[in-house]
């Protein structure tokens, strides 16, 4: 081992220390300036101008036993600078050996760089310029950020444990070694074995039932960005929607699953009638369990979403309509970094709501809107300003943060009032033809915007604010305003609850008199200073503490904290234990750590140390920092 190295070994954590290999001297100057050069744009340490990965073909065995895959990622190259260093992008994972070539492999030097809470750490492979295939083997550890693996109990069947991935922004790296920027596309395929009486599922083409062998091959044929790759295995069954979508689930969720998206053949032609084909061939949902950290993930072909979106009235079926516009918006035209990611989300929402409007009428998309603007109200009061831009700056920071209202809701109505100046005609072929020019490519912000001035608002001679609605904290005056009148008598009744007369009038409706959103914003608009008493006058009539809809439990458990409603609590209690979905979480926990009823915090501490661990890694660190954040004042 030379000088340098020793040197370079002094500063670099223990961690580093176990995976450092030995490498001649030339090698080990080059690594070591590679080293102290590392960059932490894009969230990522590879430098794709240089090298790239073009097609990644994984080996995967999933052990169920010690909660752990091992594994081969086999990268085929293109080193378009003759560099003697490929790079990628790694976080916890347990790298055994690299090798390079296709049909005979040499073992090759490889350096682990430091790790960084937030990156993790780049893993550098030593080649020469004519080296086509890099193959890692690897497996993943137990502080994997991308996996639950969940016990049976926390399953809808309780006898089969399960396995699930969530890759976005940046946890591809904690389960495959792999160049983890939106920026680049690849192509990929997989060879899976699981245990017998388990299905594996990824976002690519998929089985439709079990096999005897339990092992499961895969194609994704068209190119996507890592933070896409995605993979369930669980005791799955699949049921037909339609000549090309349908759904996965466990056999006990599958009639309501079933049931609850028999819309979606209808949703698929509502899209590619407003935006263009649909570019995936095949459209598929897999129902998860309660922990699954988000609504809904747009993994290609494969949508993975939350089954609290079931709730057998198809009321929150506009998650759906989400997932699948990302087909377009997000995954055929995708943000070239975190920092653009309301170029993902934006219009995915906007898009979302053409969907709904096509399928269900323009009343409920209004009220859809409506209920959204709320939201983006309620955020801009809570974040920093600096956050309230659309393209944001979130270098040094987890790209996780810019995951808030501002690039979904400001970003959707930054387009609706763009469709309002130009007029809905104009604004659908603008977007028809921006997703058919960038297919399959990545965009910024800067990219978007110059495409925006030379084919709608210079073609049509309009001024726009474009500027002040990207690069300003705060939503620009000229938003436009969405009404509802559904929504406005409803806002009426909760106002005036329990007063006088009214009373009577109230004890007489029912909940299947209006629907989810409808509840959400008369919880929403009850009066703020509304006492336990009244609270529990409500729940005598239409129980909302225990409906059963996660939306309007949440919105209730929420208003009923700091309002001494104590009555609320064994539901919310069992409701925090079961779902892991981080849209209820994160304001429920904020809210009862800012309660100004001591014993609130004590009861947030004690829920989360029972529930955390039925909750993904993602969820399990948010909570965890709402709570600290308390402690730590
Ligand atoms: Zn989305």
Same mark, same amino acid.
């Given at each position: ?125 030593? $080649?020469?310029?004519?080296? %086509?295939?890099?193959? $890692? ?7 994997? %950020? ?58 690519? %083409? ?103 979106? $079931? ?45 709904? %409007? /096509? ?90 915007? @110059? ?10 001679? @309009? ?11 705060? @939503? ?9 009148? +559904?929504?406005? /008598? ?61 939306? $309007? ?52 501490? +004690? ?27």
């Amino acid at each position: 081992m030379n000088i340098l190295l020793k040197a370079l070994l002094s500063v670099l954590p223990i961690i580093s220390l176990l995976f450092l290999q030995s490498c001649d001297s030339n090698d080990g100057i080059k690594l070591a300036e590679k080293l102290q050069q590392i960059k932490h744009s894009q969230h990522s340490y590879s430098k794709i101008k240089e090298l790239r990965t073009t097609h990644l073909h994984l080996e995967l065995d999933v052990n169920f036993d010690n909660n752990t895959i091992y594994g081969v990622a086999r990268h085929k190259v293109e080193n378009l600078k003759n560099v003697d260093t490929a790079i990628f992008d790694i976080k916890y994972l347990n790298i055994q050996k690299v090798t390079v070539g296709q049909h005979k492999e040499k073992e090759t030097d490889y350096v682990i760089g430091k790790t960084d809470s937030i990156l993790g750490a780049p893993l550098f492979v030593s $080649i020469d310029s004519t080296v %086509e295939y890099i193959n $890692i083997y690897y497996n993943t550890t137990e502080q994997c %950020e991308a996996f639950d693996w969940l016990k049976p109990e926390l399953t809808e069947g309780k006898e089969h444990p399960f396995l699930y991935s969530q890759g976005q922004t940046i946890l591809t790296r904690t389960w495959i070694p792999v160049q983890d920027t939106p920026e680049n596309r690849i192509t990929y395929s997989a060879d899976v074995k699981v245990p017998k009486d388990y299905l594996a599922l990824m976002s690519a %083409e998929n089985p439709t039932s079990k096999n005897a062998t339990g092992e499961y091959h895969f194609e994704m044929k068209q190119p996507i960005p890592a933070y896409l790759i995605a993979l369930a295995v669980g005791n799955l069954e699949y049921r037909s929607l339609g000549t090309n979508c349908g759904v996965y689930s466990e056999p006990e969720l599958i009639d309501k699953a079933a049931s609850e998206f028999v819309d979606l053949e209808k949703m698929i032609h509502a899209a590619e009638k407003l935006y263009g084909a649909y570019s995936w061939e095949q459209y598929d949902i897999i129902v998860l369990p309660y922990s699954f950290p988000f609504g809904g993930m747009e993994n290609p072909r494969l949508t993975f979403a939350n089954p609290t979106l $079931i709730t057998g009235d198809r009321s929150l079926v506009s998650v759906i309509a989400h997932e699948l516009a990302h087909s377009w918006s997000g995954n055929l035209v995708t943000n070239a970094s975190w920092n653009d990611f309301w170029l993902n989300e934006g219009f995915t929402v906007y898009f979302e709501n053409r969907i709904m %409007e /096509e399928l269900y009428g323009k009343e409920v998309a209004d009220i859809l809107a409506v209920i959204e603007y709320q939201e983006l109200r309620r955020t801009l009061n809570s974040i920093e300003k600096e956050d309230t831009k659309l393209k944001l700056n979130l270098s040094e920071r987890s790209p996780d943060e810019g995951m808030t209202d501002i690039a979904y809701i400001k970003g959707a109505y930054f387009l609706r009032t763009l469709e309002a100046t130009v007029g809905r005609q104009k604004f659908d072929n603008f977007l028809r033809k921006y997703f058919q020019d960038h297919a399959f490519t990545t965009l910024t912000t800067e990219d978007f915007l @110059v495409y925006l001035d030379k084919n709608l608002l210079k073609p049509n001679k @309009v001024t726009f604010n474009t500027t002040e609605w990207v690069y300003q904290a705060g @939503v620009p005056i000229n938003c436009i305003n969405i009404d509802s009148k +559904r929504l406005d /008598e409803i806002e009426d009744l909760a106002k005036n609850v329990g007063k006088g007369k009214k009373l009577k009038e109230f004890k007489k409706i029912k909940r299947s008199d209006y629907t989810t959103q409808e509840w959400m914003s008369f919880i929403r608009n009850l009066p703020p200073g509304i006492d336990a008493k009244t609270m529990k006058l409500i729940d005598q009539v239409l129980d909302f503490k225990n409906c059963g809809n996660s939306e $309007i439990m949440c919105e209730w458990y929420m208003l009923s904290i700091n309002r001494g409603y104590t009555l609320m609590r064994p539901s919310m209690e069992k409701f925090l234990n079961k779902v892991g979905r981080l849209k209820y979480l994160e304001p429920i926990y904020e809210r009862l750590v800012d309660s100004h009823y001591e014993s609130d915090y004590d009861l947030a501490v +004690r829920i989360f140390n029972s529930a955390k661990s039925n909750y993904h890694p993602i969820a399990q660190k948010s909570i965890e920092s709402i709570i600290y954040k308390k402690q730590s004042l």
